[in-house]
């Protein structure tokens, strides 16, 4: 299994969320690969220097073209890290930092998940993560660190202007614009900016190596 770390737009290197892609075993027959490996994983994050986590839950979720679940993501006491995949269709999968402190906050990265390239994302504690379904159908596996709380369960736009993630539209079904929103949920098209989560989040302390390395250098419905 390969490791990688991912940049923003702005090309900073954004610590934490790593893109897997796995060893893929094909012939005449179809393919084999191991989708989970506990060894490989914990060593990847161990090589970036974050604990290797506990998984508690799968999740399974199948989306139509246009529909983006997201932002979303759990506060401490209840903090989720996610190990995302695509199955069936293709994704484009988005993380925004949201660690108080952290020298990227309210930056975002970006994957291309799908059927076909078998890579996941690992998103860990302290990143708000959604996605936009770019094919006919996408399902999309994903196991979580913890259980889902509705008490520490946030959300942010999607189209926040802050952030300003660059959510592939163009891949929208015939006749919708650009312009236009994707398919949400009711919640999360009512979901607050960042900037009103500010003071929230400053009494978050998620318990990541990562964040604290990030400390050092600088002055969560249950769907995805």
């Known amino acids: 299994m390969q490791a990688e770390g991912l940049t923003t737009a702005k090309g900073l290197a954004v610590q934490g969320p790593l893109l897997l892609t796995p060893r893929v075993f094909g012939d005449e027959r179809g393919f084999f690969f191991e989708s989970w490996n506990q060894r490989a994983f914990a060593a990847a994050l161990e090589a970036e220097g974050q604990p290797a986590p ?65 890579q996941q994302l690992w998103v860990p504690p302290g990143f708000a993560h959604g996605f936009l379904s770019l094919s006919e159908q996408a399902e999309v596996l994903y196991k979580t660190t913890d259980f889902w709380s509705r008490d520490c369960e946030r959300a942010i736009r999607w189209d926040d202007p802050e952030v300003a993630i660059a959510w592939p539209l163009e891949a929208l079904p015939p006749g919708m614009s650009a312009f236009e929103a994707p398919q949400l949920a009711e919640k999360d098209a009512v979901a607050p900016l960042l900037e009103e989560l500010q003071v929230e989040l400053l009494g978050c302390v998620w318990t990541s190596v990562q964040l604290v390395q990030n400390l050092d250098r600088s002055p969560a419905g249950e769907t995805p």
């Open 54 to 118: 506990t998984f508690v839950q799968d999740n399974h979720s199948r989306s139509s073209r246009g529909v983006l679940r997201g932002l979303h993501v759990q506060l401490p006491p209840h903090p989720q890290g996610k190990l995302v995949r695509c199955v069936v269709g293709e994704i484009f999968d988005v993380v925004v930092d949201i660690r108080h402190g952290s020298p990227t906050f309210g930056q975002w990265v970006g994957a291309h998940l799908s059927a076909e390239n078998h």
